[in-house]
C-alpha cells in the first residue's frame, strides 16, 4: 500500500502546513488583535491570566522569539487546547466547536454524499442519451453552480418556509435544551435539516453531473464499450460497464470539490440559522474572536484532509492500477 | 444517416466518397469557437456585465448612499421612484446594484489575472524543468488545492484592520493567492506532455535557450488550457468576493453584490419576504458566474472536441442530410456518431 502511505505523508505535510498558517496570521497581520479582543470585551472582568493567555494566542507580547511561540503554539495544540474564546463569555474555543460540529457533520456529510450520488447519476443519464432533451438541462446546472449558495438559501426560505410554509424558516430544532431522545425529537430535527440540505444538494450536485457527463462522452468511445455493444449486451449493461470507469475520475476530483462545497455550506449554515461550523464562524467574525476563528479554520481543514483520505481508499479499491503501480 | 453529422465536423476517417459535399467546406479553416450557442451566450453575457461595470455607477439613477425617507423603518416594495425597492435604510437598491457591479468584476479579474500568472510561472517552471523542483512545485499546488480557501481568506481578512479591507485590488491579489494552485496543476500536465513533442525537442537540440523554448514554442500551445483556467479563476473570484462581503468582512461602505446580500441577511430579507433585497444581487452574481461558466464551457470543447454535444443537435444534422432519417439526430447512445475531430494520442 505505497500509495496509501504516501497519500497519507502528503495529508501530514498539509496539515503542518495548515497549522503553520493558522499560527503565522495573527503575527504578520497589520494591528494589534489583542487591543481588538479587549476592545470587543468591554463589560466583562479580564484577569491577568485571560490577558496573558490573549497575548500568548497572539504573540504581541514577545518575550520568547518566534520560534519559541511556534513550539509553545504546538504543545497547546497537541494537548488539545486552541484558546479562549472571547465572544461569549469567555469559553475554551474546543467547547464551542464541539457545540457545533456535530451539526455540520450531519448537515454537510449527508447532503454531499445526496449531492454525489444524485449529480453522478444524473452525469451518467445525460451523456448516455447526449443531444437529447436532457443536454437543454446543462445550461440550467450551470446557473446553479454559478450561483453562491447563500443566495440559494435565501431563495428556499423565501419561497419554501415563508410563502408556502413547508419547512421551517431556520435554527435546527423547536427545543433549545436537549430532551431524551425520541422520534418526536428526531423528527423535528430532519424538518429542520431538509431545507438546508436540498440547498447544498440542489447547488453542488451541477459539479459532479458535468465532470461526470464529460468523462462518461470520452470513455463511451473506449473500445472495450464498442466489444460490450458488439456482443450484445443489454444497454443497461453496457452503460454500467462505461460508467464504472467513468466514475474515478469524479473519485479522484473529490479533493477539489469538497473544499467548495464545505465552504459554501457553512454559508448556507449563515442563512438558516443553523448552529454549525458556519454560524458561530460568523458570530466570531462579527465579535473578532480571533481564537475561535483560527480554532474554527484548523478542524475544517482537518475534516477534509479526513473526507480526501477516505475518498483516496475508495479510489484505491476501485481502480487495481493504482494498487499495481506500487 | 448518421454519418453524415460527423462529416459535419471534418472528422475525415468516416467519409465516403458520396459525401465529398459536405466535408469540403469543413476543411477550410474557420473560429470555430464563437460558433455554439452556448458560447455566444456566454460571450454577450461577458460583454453586458463588463459594460456595467464600467458605466453602471454612472447610470445609477441616485447615490446608493442617500437615504430617501427618515420616517419609513421598513424596506420599501418596487415602485415608480425606485424601480427595485429600497433598502432597510430607505437607499435605492436599483441604484446599488449598478454600482456595485464595478467592484465585483474588478475584484474578479484581478484575481483572475494574478492568479493565471502565478499558475504560469509555477506550472510551466514545474512542467518544464521536472525533477526535484517539479516535485516540490507540484506538492506546494496541491497543497494549495486541497486547503479550503474560503475558511482561510475568512481568517486573513478576519485579522486585517477594517480600513484595508475595502482596497478592490488587495482584496483580488489576497483572493489570487488562494486560487492559482488549480491552474498551475492543468498547466503543468499540459506542459509536461508538450515537452516530450518532437518540435520542442529539435529546439532544444538546435541549441535554443529555455525561456524561449517555453515563451515560443510552449506558451502559444497553453493558450486555450490558460484561457479556461483564467476564466475559472474569475469565477472562483467572483464567488469567494461576493462570500467575503456577505459576512461583512470587506469594507461594507464600499458597495458590492456580496455587500448588497449582507445588508439583505441584516435586515432579515428571506424571513420577511423582502424579495427585493437578496434577489437582484444574488442574480446577478449568478448571471454573472453563468455567463463566465458558459464561455469555459466551450474553451473545453474546443480543446476536446468529444464534448461538443452541438454537432449532434436537431438543427445541425437536418442541414447536414435531406433524407427521413438524417434528420433524426441520434437520441440513444449510438456508436460511430461522436465526431472525433483528432486522431487519439499514441500512449
Same mark, same amino acid.
Given at each position: ?326 | ?31 470555430? @469557437? $464563437?460558433? #455554439? ?5 456566454? %460571450?454577450? =453575457?461577458? !460583454?453586458?456585465?463588463? +459594460?456595467?461595470?464600467?458605466? /453602471? ?102 485579522? @486585517? $484592520?477594517? #480600513? ?5 485590488? %488587495?482584496? =483580488?491579489? !489576497?483572493?489570487?493567492? +488562494?486560487?492559482?494552485?488549480? /491552474? ?102 449568478? @448571471? ?60
Amino acid at each position: 500500500m505505497r500509495v496509501i502511505s504516501r497519500r497519507i505523508g502528503f495529508y501530514l505535510i498539509t496539515a503542518i502546513a495548515a497549522i503553520t498558517v493558522d499560527f503565522l496570521i495573527p503575527r504578520v497581520m497589520p494591528g494589534n488583535p489583542v487591543e481588538a479582543v479587549l476592545a470587543k470585551m468591554q463589560g466583562q472582568v479580564v484577569t491577568k491570566a485571560t490577558l496573558h493567555a490573549l497575548e500568548l494566542q497572539f504573540g504581541s507580547s514577545t518575550s520568547e522569539g518566534l520560534w519559541g511561540q511556534y513550539v509553545h503554539y504546538w504543545s497547546n495544540l497537541l494537548h488539545g487546547n486552541l484558546g479562549i474564546s472571547t465572544s461569549n463569555g469567555l469559553v475554551p474555543v474546543t467547547t464551542v466547536i464541539r457545540g457545533a460540529l456535530p451539526w455540520t457533520i450531519g448537515l454537510v456529510g449527508t447532503a454531499t454524499v445526496i449531492s454525489f450520488i444524485l449529480g453522478t447519476l444524473l452525469g451518467v443519464l445525460v451523456a448516455w442519451r447526449r443531444g437529447g432533451w436532457l443536454d437543454t438541462l446543462l445550461p440550467a446546472t450551470t446557473f446553479f453552480q454559478a450561483a453562491p449558495y447563500f443566495f440559494l438559501a435565501f431563495l428556499a426560505i423565501d419561497l419554501f418556509s415563508i410563502r408556502l410554509g413547508w419547512f421551517p424558516p431556520g435554527s435546527a430544532r423547536n427545543n433549545l435544551d436537549f430532551p431524551a431522545f425520541d422520534w418526536a425529537y428526531a423528527g423535528d430535527v430532519l424538518d429542520h435539516a431538509v431545507l438546508p440540505a436540498l440547498t447544498i444538494v440542489v447547488a453542488s450536485a451541477a459539479g459532479w453531473i458535468v465532470g461526470m457527463r464529460n468523462v462518461m462522452i470520452t470513455t463511451m468511445d473506449e473500445d472495450y464499450v464498442l466489444i460490450a455493444q458488439a456482443k450484445g449486451l443489454p444497454k443497461q449493461r453496457v452503460v454500467w460497464y462505461a460508467a464504472r470507469n467513468a466514475i474515478l475520475p469524479s473519485i479522484s476530483g473529490f479533493s477539489l470539490a469538497i473544499g467548495f462545497v464545505v465552504s459554501g455550506a457553512l454559508l448556507t449554515e449563515i442563512v438558516f440559522s443553523y448552529p454549525g461550523l458556519g454560524f458561530i464562524m460568523l458570530t466570531a467574525v462579527q465579535d473578532a474572536d480571533y481564537a475561535l476563528l483560527q480554532g474554527i479554520f484548523l478542524v475544517i481543514t482537518m475534516a477534509v484532509l479526513v473526507a480526501n483520505l477516505a475518498a483516496d481508499f475508495v479510489y484505491v479499491f476501485l481502480d487495481p492500477r493504482i494498487r499495481q503501480e506500487a | 444517416m448518421a454519418i453524415g453529422t460527423s462529416t459535419d465536423l471534418g472528422s475525415g476517417p468516416a467519409a465516403g466518397p458520396g459525401l465529398v459535399p459536405a466535408a469540403g467546406p469543413a476543411r477550410q479553416p474557420r473560429l470555430r @469557437l $464563437p460558433r #455554439s450557442p452556448k458560447v455566444l451566450i456566454g %460571450l454577450a =453575457g461577458m !460583454i453586458g456585465f463588463l +459594460t456595467l461595470a464600467v458605466i /453602471g455607477p454612472w447610470i445609477a439613477p441616485y447615490d446608493p448612499d442617500r437615504s430617501f425617507s427618515t420616517t419609513a423603518s421598513f424596506p420599501q416594495p418596487p415602485s415608480a421612484a425606485h424601480l427595485l425597492g429600497t433598502t432597510q435604510q430607505q437607499q435605492d437598491v436599483l441604484s446599488q446594484l449598478l454600482a456595485g457591479g464595478r467592484s465585483t468584476v474588478l475584484v474578479a479579474f484581478v484575481a483572475g489575472l494574478v492568479a493565471t500568472l502565478l499558475s504560469v510561472l509555477i506550472g510551466v517552471t514545474a512542467g518544464y524543468t521536472g525533477g526535484a523542483a517539479d516535485d516540490l512545485l507540484s506538492m506546494l499546488a496541491n497543497l494549495f488545492l486541497i486547503m479550503p480557501a474560503l475558511p482561510l481568506l475568512i481568517v486573513i481578512f478576519g485579522f @486585517l $484592520p477594517p #480600513s484595508q479591507g475595502g482596497d478592490d485590488l %488587495l482584496i =483580488g491579489l !489576497i483572493i489570487a493567492v +488562494t486560487g492559482w494552485a488549480f /491552474g498551475a496543476r492543468v498547466l503543468r500536465a499540459q506542459t509536461l506532455s508538450l515537452r516530450s513533442r518532437d518540435y520542442v525537442e529539435s529546439a532544444r537540440i538546435t541549441g535554443e535557450r529555455g525561456w524561449r523554448i517555453i515563451t515560443h514554442e510552449i506558451l502559444p500551445n497553453l493558450i486555450p488550457v490558460l484561457a479556461s483556467s483564467f476564466l475559472f479563476t474569475v469565477l472562483y473570484g467572483v464567488g469567494t468576493y461576493t462570500a467575503l462581503a456577505f459576512l461583512g468582512l470587506v469594507n461594507p461602505n464600499h458597495w458590492s453584490w456580496g455587500g448588497m446580500l449582507f445588508y439583505a441577511q441584516v435586515a432579515g430579507a428571506e424571513q420577511s419576504g423582502y424579495w427585493w433585497l437578496f434577489l437582484p444581487p444574488g442574480l446577478a452574481v449568478a @448571471l454573472l458566474g453563468t455567463a463566465l461558466a458558459l464561455l469555459n464551457f466551450g474553451i473545453d470543447e474546443f480543446i476536446n472536441p468529444r464534448l461538443r454535444a452541438a454537432g449532434l443537435s436537431r438543427r445541425r444534422a437536418r442541414l447536414a442530410g435531406a433524407g427521413g432519417t438524417a434528420a433524426r439526430p441520434p437520441r440513444r447512445f449510438v456508436l460511430g456518431v461522436t465526431p472525433v475531430v483528432r486522431g487519439r494520442e499514441p500512449r
